[in-house]
């Protein structure tokens, strides 16, 4: 079979998208190797699989709407009170809840980002204007930002798709200047477990209008579970928690959140090994024909092709007849068709897809 001549031509709007691409070219699910989606490589933690088998027992009952204990384990883990700690179906199901929630009358998106902002945004019937950052500026702000009249900004820390990390002082007076000015910062920390001495929740009391978005997707590896949630301050919690659907966080997910908290040496094995392999993708990337490589703090590397005779969309293709799946970036804004980006995966398979650049680069 001829996979190359198979796969549609339309760029997919996020990674992961594993499911339609194996269906589409026929294969099954185990047979891809996905670079798309930036999912921890240790896998998730081991203890979920007993906590899980355990709360089976309760599903016979409504879940704690609430999510009273995971809030409080939460609560522990960030040094904050639960009041501070709403928890969601996903980070995505409260980047909608938040949209809709503040009802601000118009935001402003950190641009290139994460797509479900603006659609979130969109579905809010919020207007919706871009600050679009460049490859010069690491594709994350180099100055305060200027919230151009919007009463709500979207900004991730690390920057996604790039990884770079805001110099401290930088992301504060950020902060302070929005605060000032009376407007709501959402600040997407999905990748922040990765790093996380650089997430701003040190700073939380301080900022009554900061909202920290976190995940546990990406770090513990359960994006099919879908577990979020955000930290802010408890009147602002409230607003949202007051909107949000009931039940929308199952009694397993809640149950396999708790063991995730308990495991702090997969925590630490987790972030030694993102970084090991991470410098060795880099390394690899650097070396190749027509690759630039963008520095980056967590688990994915934004790239660059130099060369004309690829493009993202050829690249991502020819790769697939390789069944490696990479993410074309072209779909951001702010990026074009020279841009994609590649997660950071255990060693073995980290060579693979070098080996299968070579191939095609050499
Ligand atoms: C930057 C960023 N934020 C948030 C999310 C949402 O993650 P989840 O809904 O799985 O928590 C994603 C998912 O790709 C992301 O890339």
């Known amino acids: 079979m001829n996979i190359s001549n198979s796969i549609s031509e339309k760029t997919p709007p996020h990674g992961g998208d594993v499911y339609h691409l194996a269906r589409t070219l026929g294969l099954d699910l185990s047979e891809l190797l996905d670079f798309s989606a930036n999912i921890n490589p240790l896998g998730f933690p081991p203890g979920i699989v007993a906590a899980v088998e355990q709360a089976l027992g309760e599903i016979v009952h409504y879940p704690d709407r609430r999510c009273l204990e995971l809030k409080q384990d939460l609560a522990d883990y960030h040094r904050l009170s639960p009041e501070q700690i709403l928890v969601g179906?996903?980070?995505?199901?409260?980047?909608?809840?938040?949209?809709?929630?503040?009802?601000?009358?118009?935001?402003?998106?950190?641009?290139?980002?994460?797509?479900?902002?603006?659609?979130?945004?969109?579905?809010?019937?919020?207007?919706?204007?871009?600050?679009?950052?460049?490859?010069?500026?690491?594709?994350?702000?180099?100055?305060?930002?200027?919230?151009?009249?919007?009463?709500?900004?979207?900004?991730?820390?690390?920057?996604?798709?790039?990884?770079?990390?805001?110099?401290?002082?930088?992301?504060l007076e950020t902060a302070a200047r929005l605060d000032d000015e009376g407007v709501f910062l959402l600040l997407d920390e999905a990748f922040v477990d990765f790093v996380e001495e650089a997430s701003f929740k040190t700073h939380l009391a301080r900022f009554p209008r900061v909202l920290l978005l976190r995940s546990f997707t990406k770090f513990f590896a359960i994006p099919g579970m879908r577990l979020g949630y955000v930290l802010a301050a408890p009147e602002l919690i409230s607003r949202l928690a007051a909107l949000q659907e009931p039940w929308s966080v199952n009694t397993l997910a809640q149950a396999m959140g708790r063991a995730c908290l308990a495991d702090l040496d997969y925590m630490a094995r987790s972030r030694d090994l993102v970084r090991q392999e991470q410098e060795y993708l880099l390394e690899g990337l650097s070396s190749l024909p027509g690759l630039q490589p963008f520095p980056s703090a967590v688990n994915y590397l934004l790239v660059k092709l130099t060369r004309p005779d690829f493009t993202a969309a050829s690249l991502q293709k020819a790769l697939l007849s390789k069944r490696i799946v990479i993410r074309d970036a072209s779909n951001f804004r702010g990026l074009d068709e020279r841009f994609f980006r590649v997660a950071v995966r255990a060693r073995a398979e980290n060579q693979r897809l070098l080996e299968a650049l070579g191939h095609f680069l050499r």
């Open 89 to 171: 179906n996903g980070s995505t199901e409260l980047i909608y809840l938040v949209a809709r929630a503040l009802k601000p009358k118009k935001a402003l998106i950190v641009a290139p980002a994460f797509s479900e902002y603006e659609h979130a945004l969109q579905a809010a019937e919020v207007p919706v204007a871009f600050q679009v950052t460049t490859e010069a500026q690491s594709f994350t702000l180099d100055a305060p930002l200027d919230p151009q009249g919007a009463d709500l900004v979207f900004l991730a820390h690390p920057a996604s798709p790039s990884g770079a990390l805001l110099q401290p002082d930088l992301l």
